[in-house]
Nanobody, 119 residues
Framework: VQFVESGGGLVQPGGSLRLSCTAS????????VSWYRQAPGIERELVAA????????NYADSVKGRFTISRDNAKNTAYLQMNNLKPEDTAVYYC?????????????WGQGTQVTVSS
């Protein structure tokens, strides 16, 4: 099981980024996929999750209305569209998969992708 995250970068407050997560080693289309983030000195937190077919999504309160999670099962890829970014969104972003929402991640963590929001 492997996850490769990409799309991070440096952006000004109010800007946007689109993260991608490409997965391999398991049947992607049958799992919930989630995005997490970890800022220095803070525990990794769940940001957003999407059901296996993409019909149900969950978001942390801190990102509701600004972030959108989606997936393309044909490409084994999940996305996180992040709009109206704030400095507190600065973190390394990771993805993983679960059998159920809030379930235990099935794979080890990838290298993540750094998102820095700063003027």
């Amino acid at each position: 099981v492997q996850f490769v995250e990409s799309g991070g970068g440096l952006v000004q407050p109010g800007g946007s980024l689109r993260l991608s997560c490409t997965a391999s080693g398991f049947t992607f289309s049958t799992y919930v996929v989630s995005w997490y983030r970890q800022a220095p000195g803070i525990e990794r937190e769940l940001v957003a999750a999407i059901s296996s077919a993409g019909g149900v999504t969950n978001y942390a309160d801190s990102v509701k209305g600004r972030f959108t999670i989606s997936r393309d099962n044909a490409k084994n890829t999940a996305y996180l569209q992040m709009n109206n970014l704030k400095p507190e969104d600065t973190a390394v972003y990771y993805c993983n998969a679960q059998l159920l929402f809030h379930g235990r991640p099935i794979g080890s963590w990838g290298q993540g992708t750094q998102v820095t929001v700063s003027s």
